[in-house]
């Protein structure tokens, strides 16, 4: 999986003893490079490029909100040490003065970071910039696709919910019929879910009058229902088909429809026969459906 970086052009600044200034000769810091969003559990590398320009580097620093967790002083023996952040877990031996790893990224791992670059003397010129990164944790599974009615009659109101599995930040659910998006008038968003560990869970209504159009030549409507979570579009799918219920009349497909469910991309779905609680009640639903498919 590709991470997306931040890359930050950086200022030259040196210390008098009273204050920093800027600079524009010597040590210069060309890039800080950190991805703006990982999985939780992967490495991370975070890149710090600068030219020395004559100077002689002392040392590299590396911080997480403020405090020291990383540095590479050449003169030292050993040169690299590591010190002790909540979340910061270096793999030293593949770090170095140019590049800092890290390692099972959990949710303290995400914030700003600073790479901090000083040179000896006679200048003991230092430059640094800074660059934050996010955490992401995606759903354990597809989307869960969940309607208060087996059966249907073009022209009746459709109504369906699809729920994520709790992750962070709360997924963005999107519906599709027949591969089409539907219009922003059909769909209810629900306020997410907290649960413990910091992930929400996410549910987002849709709520339709059935029309022929809606239905194919072999009469069954093809629903979708997505869950992206962050910019890395980690997407799991739910495809729900609702399908002829009773015999075809004169070569054509019938008025009544019933709900079936196909599982795909690892989905999982069910009917729930309550429309009221349904309706007024989502996040419950969704608990109530986990709870189903744990100890079911």
Known sequence: MNSNFCVYPCISFSYTGCGWYYGVDGLKLLQ????????????????????????????????????????????????????????????????????????????????????????????????????????????????????????????????????????????????????????????????STLIDGGLEASVVGLHLKLRDAHFDRKGKMKLTCTASVGRMRIDGRTVVNISIADASINGDYPRQRSLTLDSRSGANAGIWQKSEFWRFCPAILFVVTLMCQTFG
Do not use: H
């Not at 934050?132 to 109101?157: A, F, H, L, N, W």
């Open 32 to 191: 800080v490079q950190v991805p703006t969003e990982v999985e939780r559990g992967r490495s991370a590398v975070l890149g710090c490029r600068f030219e020395m320009e004559g100077d002689t580097l002392y040392s590299v620093k590396w911080y997480k909100g403020g405090k020291e967790f990383f540095r590479v002083v050449p003169k030292d023996n050993p040169p690299a040490q590591t010190f002790n952040v909540e979340g910061v877990q270096v793999n030293l031996a593949a770090s170095d003065q140019n590049q800092v790893v890290l390692e099972n990224l959990n949710l303290k791992s995400e914030g700003r970071y600073k790479c901090e670059v000083s040179a000896e003397s006679p200048n003991f010129q230092t430059v640094y910039d800074v660059a934050e990164m996010s955490v992401v944790v995606p759903p354990r599974d597809s989307p869960v696709i969940t309607s208060p009615k087996t059966v249907y009659r073009i022209g009746e109101e459709f109504m369906a919910n699809c729920s994520s599995f709790p992750s962070r930040p709360p997924a963005t659910i999107t519906w599709t019929i027949a591969d089409k998006p539907v219009t922003k008038e059909e769909l209810t968003q629900y306020p």
